[in-house]
């Protein structure tokens, strides 16, 4: 494969998760795996490709792609999904940690603009 098409390639991989990281991921939720385009382990190499690309000096980019590659680990096997009940969860986390709950919307607004920035990636 030539240098253009695999940067090309990573390219569409992270873009693609970038929209199903946009839709699908809130703090302290799992989702299912099978809503990925691509397999986990191939996107894991299509993040470190960007992140080898952004260099040291694009530290916007690579926050967003640090964070995409957390986010993959809230894609499970469908098997591991149990049902939850959010509230319920969040709120013994609130009792943990006051602050739990304006973390996880910050969390979920960092997620939604990573996603909506990776998907930006594709045109560039």
């Known amino acids: 494969m030539s240098p253009a098409a695999k940067g090309l390639r990573w390219r569409q991989v992270v873009a693609a998760y970038g929209e199903v990281l946009a839709e699908e991921i809130r703090f302290g939720r799992l989702v299912s795996e099978v809503k990925l385009l691509n397999s986990k382990e191939e996107i894991k190499k299509a993040l470190i490709e960007a992140l080898n690309e952004a260099g040291p000096g694009n530290t916007p980019l690579k926050g967003h792609l640090e964070l995409a590659f957390l986010a993959l680990e809230q894609f499970v096997d469908p098997g591991d999904l149990r049902v939850q009940d959010e509230k319920v969860l969040l709120a013994q986390a609130e009792s943990l940690h006051p602050g739990i709950i304006q973390f996880s919307q910050m ?18």
């Open 107 to 124: 969390y979920d607004r960092l997620t939604v603009l990573t996603g909506e920035y990776l998907q930006s990636l594709k045109t560039k």
